[in-house]
């Protein structure tokens, strides 16, 4: 629950208890009906004095103006506008989080977000400031801004405030509580504090020159950080999804899209209490499913809120729904309780079910940690074959219609299917693998698919599962594994289940396929027995199998080490924003950092998704995936230079994917197997490279002395710029002697200029620093 401080001031100081709106209620229909009127009672000036409160460590002051109050619904007002003059005062308990706040906003000096502003449409489930106000009477008008701000959260957030709202009202203990102010500096910003999410504070902008939304901050409330201000992320559902039992009708061909079905869906949803008292249940559902009905084991129907976002406006296609499906139950339900659900929807899909929102998911938290049974019933034209997840139990045909039911006993974090129209199928025989089947369509003459290529795709992922079984020391399942090839470019993994883009089948750039072929293998680990606790430690499943699949071609491609290094080269360029590798296979020049002021802005690995800003709206990918990667190559050049070989750097990877086999680790686990297997205190590393965003600039020179005995001194100096007093760094050094002789050494980077002594042997033929790009930075010669 959130903490509302009182404050001694001047003015009229609000001495909270919790609001009604965390009381048990059970909203109907027509209370989200009330609350989308946003009807207004008539202004009224503040009280003398104006009004102060605290939301943890938020603190608001409206100091003089007017304001109107939305007509209540369930004993609470949910919602004012406010004109006048106000202020919110932040500090940043977060060092991390303030951080990247300087960076986003250009101050170095911040401390507190500080923000003036004149207008305030505010929506919330009780609270201050309206729970010291007058209760207004039923009733009034609408107000221009109000409903225009709630415009744009439609259409740039695809939000349904009201339903969320709503949510909150349904939910015991519950808080939602949105207040977006217009400041004279940076517009409209909107802060929130929803009890649902793992992260319950943040604040947000829109950059309205990139038509992008950028997070500015996001914390934990008080009693859940850490004494240095970190989030814990802890999540609390509601419920817990037990098994889901999908029966899909796939014989309709899409009208507007021939490589599309249109989908009719019926999916039950067998799940248990884990709050008490809960009347209103949140799911996350595609934003193009339209809902027919919602009803419960008995067949009754349920009243349910998904508000239809494209009816709405006209910048979005009218197919588009609110993510956000709010089931209404009768009456509250009590923790423990087991409840089944059917939801019957249509769905635009592809010939394959991608992610996770093509059935209901838990919100906020819920998500991939839901692990899952599942039964698909599934009918198709007779002229295709289907290929899903789990066992086929049962297979019929029905006039000119072919059903299969596919069971899955073990729990998975989600479930998919592939459809061909003329499948060719083949087993993989690869000792010491799982049984392996790889599919694809050669019934498409516009695919170019064949039964050769098709079967290169099959060895591939048998050479790539056969490779980190043995890398990892951690064997997969002995179930029945599939590769199946989908119209697309793009790859996701599910468990013992890959979509492997068909597109890349007909490439034949070496090393670039067999990259990601074993990336998408690698998820196996790196995502499905090793998952990751939140957003901000997602790069733990993409970094990692970017590594592992780079590892792969290093290990087993012809040419293996050179390619090796191409992509690291290549992947450096990407993240400083450098195009001088976009020929490269493994060049990406759509997802570099190219903008200047893009790369003072851009937020850390840690931050996840939200690391993305207006310039550089494909940080996540860049980031997440492209600098994952390099932070491990760093790791590992580092382990080896202090340990003399790779050994350490494999022990870590097997530590941490044994120790964390079935769990969602934090990126503070990983540095806990960091530790345990090269002992030393490693959280200047992970503080640089995984919740930091800089990257230094090394400036150098060298000059070749006499030293005793016929030897050498190598006198190096490096100039460090671009990155904070005390950033420090391990950085290589090589020399050359002569032909296929060569010295390696390494300098501890921690100062803004400093020179170094190393001996040599003999004088070296050439010194380079930083040799291939081991370290992420950008070098010169001074």
């Not at 037990?242 to 999916?267: E, N």
């Not at 780079?550 to 293996?560: A, E, I, K, S």
């Amino acid at each position: 629950m959130p903490r509302f401080t009182p404050l001694v001031r001047g003015c009229l100081t609000l001495i909270l208890a919790l609001p009604a709106a965390l009381a048990a209620q059970t909203p109907t229909r027509a209370d989200y009906d009330r609350l989308a009127a946003h009807r207004l009672a008539a202004p009224t000036a503040l009280p003398d004095g104006g009004l102060d409160w605290q939301i943890d460590v938020a603190h608001w002051t409206l100091a003089s103006g007017a304001l109107r109050q939305q007509e209540p619904v369930l004993g609470v007002v949910p919602g004012l506008w406010f004109e006048g003059r106000g202020h919110l005062e932040m500090p940043i308990p977060d060092e991390v989080e303030r951080r990247q706040l300087r960076r986003l906003l250009e101050e170095p000096d911040l401390d507190s977000l500080v923000l003036d502003f004149d207008r305030m449409v505010l929506r919330s489930s009780g609270g201050p400031p309206m729970s010291r106000l007058p209760l207004p009477s039923a009733g009034g008008t609408t107000e221009s801004t109000f409903e225009s701000r709630h415009e744009h959260y439609f259409e740039i957030l695809q939000l349904d405030v009201d339903s969320r709202v709503l949510a909150a009202l349904g939910q015991p203990g519950a808080f939602f509580w949105q207040a977006d102010i217009h400041t004279a500096e940076h517009d409209w910003v909107t802060f929130t504090y929803d009890s649902q999410r793992p992260e319950e504070i943040s604040v947000e902008r829109f950059d309205g020159a990139h038509a992008f939304l950028e997070s500015w901050l996001a914390l934990d409330r008080a009693p859940d950080r850490t004494p240095s201000g970190r989030p814990t992320s802890l999540v609390a559902p509601l419920y817990d999804i037990r098994h889901v039992d999908i029966r899909a009708d796939l014989t309709k061909v899409s009208r507007k899209f021939s490589s599309a079905i249109d989908g009719g869906f019926r999916t039950r949803i067998d799940l248990g209490m884990v709050a008490d008292g809960v009347s209103i249940l949140p799911f996350l559902l595609h934003p193009l499913a339209e809902v027919a009905a919602v009803t419960d084991q008995a067949g009754a129907p349920l009243d349910f809120i998904r508000d239809h976002i494209g009816a709405r406006t006209t910048a979005f296609s009218k197919d588009l729904y609110d993510t956000s499906l709010l089931v209404l139950l009768p009456a509250p339900v009590a923790r423990g309780t087991s409840l089944s659900l059917e939801v019957e929807y249509q769905l635009r899909v592809p010939k394959y079910a991608a992610g996770r929102a093509w059935y209901p998911m838990g919100r906020d938290g819920g998500g991939l940690h839901d692990s899952h049974t599942a039964r698909l019933e599934l009918v198709t034209d007779d002229r295709y074959d289907l290929q899903a997840m789990g066992a086929l139990v049962e297979e019929r045909e029905a006039d000119d219609h072919k059903v299969t039911v596919w069971a899955v006993a073990q729990p998975v974090k989600m479930v998919t299917f592939t459809m061909q129209k003329d499948l060719y199928a083949e087993d993989v025989e690869h000792e010491g693998i799982p049984p392996l089947t790889v599919a694809g369509d050669i019934g498409d003459p516009d695919s170019g698919l064949n039964e050769e290529r098709i079967s290169l795709v099959g060895v591939d992922t048998a050479n790539a599962i056969d490779y980190l079984q043995q890398l990892l020391a951690m064997p997969l399942p002995d179930t029945h594994f599939y590769a199946v090839l989908i119209p697309s470019s793009h790859g996701q993994a599910f468990e013992g289940f890959l979509h492997l883009g068909g597109f890349t089948a007909l490439l034949d750039t070496p090393a670039a396929v067999e990259r990601f072929r074993a990336h998408e293998a690698a998820h196996q680990w790196w995502g499905h027995i090793v998952g990751w606790n939140g957003y901000r430690d997602q790069w733990l499943s993409e970094g990692f199998a970017e590594y592992m699949a780079l590892m792969f071609v290093h290990d087993t491609v012809d040419n293996g080490p050179k390619i090796f290094q191409e992509a690291i080269t290549a992947y450096s360029n990407e993240v400083q924003g450098s195009i001088k590798t976009a020929f490269s296979r493994f060049a990406r020049p759509g997802l570099a950092l190219l903008t200047a002021r893009g790369a003072e802005r851009v937020g850390p690995i840690g931050h996840g998704w939200r690391a993305a800003i207006g310039e550089t709206p494909t940080a996540y990918q860049t980031l997440t995936y492209t600098k994952g990667a390099l932070v491990l190559h760093m790791l590992r050049t580092m382990t080896s230079q202090m340990t003399g070989s790779d050994d350490a750097f494999v022990a870590i990877l097997r530590d941490f994917v044994k120790t964390n086999a079935g769990g969602d680790p934090t990126t503070e686990d990983f540095r806990a197997a960091v530790e345990r297997q090269v002992p030393a205190d490693w959280s200047w590393f992970f503080d640089q490279w995984v919740f930091g965003a800089e990257i230094p600039t090394y400036a150098w020179d060298y000059e070749i002395v006499p030293g005793a005995a016929g030897s050498s001194i190598l006198r190096l100096t490096v100039e460090q710029r671009g990155v904070s007093p005390g950033f420090r760094m391990l950085v290589p050094v090589e020399v050359e002697f002569g032909k296929n002789e060569t010295g390696k050494l390494a300098v501890f980077v921690d100062q803004p200029l400093e020179t170094f002594e190393l001996e040599l042997p003999k004088r070296p033929r050439k010194v380079i620093f930083n040799p291939g790009d081991a370290v992420l930075a950008s070098v010169k010669k001074r």
